[in-house]
C-alpha cells in the first residue's frame, strides 16, 4: 500500500473517531444544567439522610402519649405538643396535612395550626378540615390563624388610619423593594408570594370549619384565648412584628360537637 491510500484511510478512521466523540459530547449537558442537576441530586442526598437521621427521634416521638397537636409547626416547636410539619426536623414529626392524618378517631383535646391553611389549596384544607374534626375528641378544640383577606382589602378604602399606611410601606419595603407603595401591590404578594393558594376572611374560614362539623366558632386576636391551653401560641408575629401580626391575622377557634351534624360544600 503506497503512502496515499495509508494517509487516506487514516483520514476516514479519524473522521470516524471525530464523529463518535462529537455524539458522545453532545449527550453531555451544558456546564449549568450539570451543575444545577449535581446541585439537586446533593441536596436530594443531603435530605434523605437529614430524614433518615430524625427516625430514631421520631420513633420515639410517636411512642409518646399526646393529646395536643399542631399541624404545620414550621420553627415554632410548642412544648407539650405533637409538632408535625411537612418538613421534617428534630422535635417535629414529618407528616403531610392534606392527606389523611395518621391518628385514631377522638386521639386529641386541641388541634393548632399557624398560617399553615393557606399554603394548601381549598379542597386540600377541607379534606384537612374534616381529618382535624376526626382526630379531635368530642369537645375538642381547633384554632386556626391565616392571612385576613378582610384586612388586606380594607387597605383599599380611600382613608386609612396610620397604622394601615405604615403596614402597607413596611410590607412593600420588607417583601417588594421597588414596587408602587399602594395595596395593590401589597394584595399581589399576598396572593402570590409564599406559596399562597387560597386566602380567607372570617365568613368563608367559619363556613369551612362549620360544614366540616365543628361549632361555637369564635374569633380572637393573636395570642389570646378563653382557654388557657390555646393562649400565646402564634409565632408569626416573630417574623412580621406583633403589631402587623395583630392586624392581618384571623384568628378562629371552634369546638367538635357531636351533635353536630357534618356536611359538604
Not at 495509508?6 to 453531555?28: C, F, G, P
Not at 417588594?176 to 374560614?205: A, C, D, I, K
Amino acid at each position: 500500500m503506497n503512502s496515499a491510500a495509508v494517509d487516506s484511510q487514516a483520514s476516514r478512521i479519524d473522521l470516524n473517531l471525530l464523529r463518535k466523540i462529537w455524539q458522545e459530547t453532545k449527550k453531555i449537558p451544558p456546564v449549568g444544567a450539570t451543575w444545577r442537576l449535581l446541585r439537586r441530586e446533593y441536596f436530594r442526598a443531603a435530605d434523605l439522610q437529614r430524614r433518615i437521621s430524625y427516625i430514631p427521634h421520631h420513633n420515639r416521638i410517636r411512642r409518646q402519649h399526646w393529646n395536643k397537636l399542631q399541624l404545620g409547626a414550621g420553627k415554632n416547636v410548642l412544648p407539650g405538643w405533637l409538632n408535625t410539619d411537612l418538613h421534617p426536623q428534630e422535635g417535629v414529626l414529618p407528616i403531610d396535612a392534606t392527606r389523611p392524618l395518621p391518628f385514631a378517631d377522638n386521639t386529641f383535646e386541641y388541634v393548632v395550626s399557624e398560617h399553615m391553611i393557606e399554603h394548601i389549596s381549598f379542597k386540600e384544607a377541607r379534606r384537612m378540615v374534616t381529618e382535624v374534626h376526626r382526630v379531635l375528641r368530642d369537645g375538642g378544640k381547633v384554632r386556626v390563624s391565616t392571612p385576613d383577606f378582610d384586612f388586606f382589602r380594607g387597605l383599599f378604602r380611600d382613608e386609612l388610619s396610620a397604622a394601615e399606611e405604615e403596614f402597607i410601606s413596611w410590607h412593600i419595603k420588607t417583601y417588594n423593594p421597588g414596587y408602587p407603595v399602594l395595596p395593590l401591590s401589597v394584595m399581589n404578594t399576598m396572593f402570590r408570594s409564599w406559596g399562597h393558594q387560597h386566602l380567607y376572611n372570617e365568613q368563608t374560614l367559619s363556613l369551612l370549619l362549620r360544614q366540616c362539623g365543628f361549632s361555637r366558632i369564635r374569633r380572637y386576636a393573636c395570642g389570646e384565648s378563653d382557654d388557657r391551653e390555646l393562649q400565646g401560641l402564634e409565632a408569626h408575629g416573630r417574623l412580621v412584628g406583633e403589631s402587623n401580626n395583630r392586624m392581618e391575622t384571623l384568628v378562629l377557634e371552634a369546638t367538635k360537637d357531636s351533635s353536630s351534624v357534618s356536611s359538604h360544600f
